[in-house]
Structures are given as structure tokens and as C-alpha cells.
């Protein structure tokens, strides 16, 4: 009886065990609704897995945002949308339709200098092409000709400071070899972010359908970007010079501005409030854009952006609304 006994008992947790793995307490094939088409992109997740079996979510130190959050002491009707986050807290303070797909114009470069930096040095040698010259109306150049010659560094100050076009060319074909090889970095980075409502299909930002993103995105690839110090360190700058040589070896001399109020000293910040540096953006179909990284008195940062604001003087006044929102 005792050997029958075991038997059964043995049967009985064989049995057990399935049931609990076809029911989920053992294994399980958890239904997963996120999709890389998902309208929020903060809806992502990795399949991740630490010494515990526990999925590690993949906004587990983001701030997550799928509706507006409003405040009444923030006019936002002269823009398409904004968001303020704040870094530390993974909080997210203010949201406007940020997850809209939007023209993004010259914000572009944020990526653009995130995936130079992250796949080039400092210290490489770039060459211009013929297809640094611009020829958009209205579109901002510093002058880079064919056959020019200057360092990546170099090339990333003119793309930041001075929201050089040409630049941002010169710098995708460095990297890429050419602009397209140079985009699908960007799209490929963009993904691995989770800013999964982005594509890119140029590195400067100058109109194309196919060419868009979300404020959300925007603060996810500027989340990444500012971990590097040469990013945060040129965007801090308010003027910058150098020398480079043209086609026949020549030295050509340059001195760019930033296109950044407030770090030109045009515009003031809320007290309490320092603005460490950013990237505008201005084109007919994007409006005026603006993202910043900026701090409060207790050095804690921030990320603030507006998208398709309908004037420069509407995009600064919202801005500096919304800055001091960290206040409040």
C-alpha cells in the first residue's frame, strides 16, 4: 500500500504541475498589446528578464505621459503641442498632445548629434560634398562648400549652435557615407529609444512628409542625448569660432551664434530657473519649435518643448509659462 500510495501521490503532482503551467502560475505567454504602431510610444516594453524572471518595463526610468495634463497658469493655444518632464522624478509636469506627429524642422539635430556622437570621434576628419549646398529658400547654412575639411567636433558646434543645414550633410555623410545610410541610423536609434512615432529621412529637418515626430519622442532622444557632455557642453554656448580649411587647403575662419534666446540673453527664464542650453526649429510647415534642458535652484533638470508654435514671440512667451511651472 505504502508503494501504491507514493504512486499516487507522485501521479498527483505530475498532474498538479501541469495545471499550473497551463494555467499561468507556472509558465506563461503573456499577452503583450504593445505594437511599434502604438499611438503612445511610451507603451513600450523589452522582453528583458533579471535574476528575479520579472520583465524590466522599458519606461521604468521615463517619464510616462497618455493624456493632456493641463494647468491654468499655461496658455498653450498658440502652439500644436508641449510637454515639461522632469528628469530625476520621472515625472511628467505638463503634457499637450504629445503624442502628435508634428514637423519637427531643425530638432532634427538633436538625433542627428546623438547618433554622430555615439558612431563617430571627436577628432575625425570630414570632407564636404557637393551635396552640403542648400538651396531651400529660407534654409539656415554657414557656408560649407564642396571639398571643405573640418572635424567632427567642429561640424557639431556649426549643427547645434548654429543650426547649420549644410553641416548636418556634411556630418551624415562623415558618418554614413550618405544621407539615406545616415537616416536609417537615426530610425534605428529612434526605435531603440521607443520613440516608435518618429521617422526621419534627413538629418537637418527640412520638410518632407516622411519626415516627423512627437514632442514625447523629442524628449525621449533629447533624454539621451544630454548623457553625453560634448552635447550638453556645445548647446551651453552662446557664440562659437574656428578655422578650417577649404578644397585647396586654405584656412577659412567662422564665427556662428546661437539661434537659442535664451542663451543668447534675448529672453529670461523664470527666477529660480537656468536654462543650460537647447535646439530651436523653424520651418513654414513645422512652425517655431523649441526643446530645452534646463535646472532649478536645487540643480534638478528638466526637459521642456513646444512644437508649431504660430510665432517666435508666442513660442519664448509659452516657454518661459511653462518653465516656471517647475516653480509651482
Known sequence: MKCTNRKITESAVLVLTSVLLLTGCGYANPDMPYTTESDISSFRVVNLEDERGVAVPFAADLCVVDTNIDSKDVDMTAASAAGLFDINNCNTIYAKNVHEKLYP?????????????????????????????????????????????????????????????????????????????????????????????THFVNPHGLSDDSHYTTAYDMYLIMNAAVKYSLFNEIIHMDTYSTVYADKNGASKEITVNSTNYYIQGTEQAPGGITVLGGKTGTTNAAGHCLILLSRDSSSNPYISIIMRADSRDALYSQMTDLLDEINN
Do not use: R, Y
Open 105 to 197: 524642422a531643425s530638432l532634427t539635430k538633436v538625433m542627428t548629434a546623438l547618433v554622430a556622437i555615439k558612431h563617430g570621434s571627436s577628432d575625425m576628419m570630414l570632407t564636404a560634398t557637393a551635396n552640403v549646398k542648400i538651396t531651400e529658400s529660407g534654409a539656415q547654412v554657414c557656408g560649407i562648400k564642396a571639398g571643405d575639411q573640418m572635424t567632427l567636433d567642429q561640424a557639431l558646434h556649426l549643427l547645434l549652435i548654429n543650426s547649420a543645414n549644410d553641416a548636418a550633410v556634411m556630418i551624415a555623410e562623415g558618418i554614413a557615407g550618405s544621407v539615406e545610410a545616415f537616416a536609417d541610423m537615426m530610425n534605428e536609434e529612434a526605435m531603440a529609444l521607443g520613440a516608435t512615432n
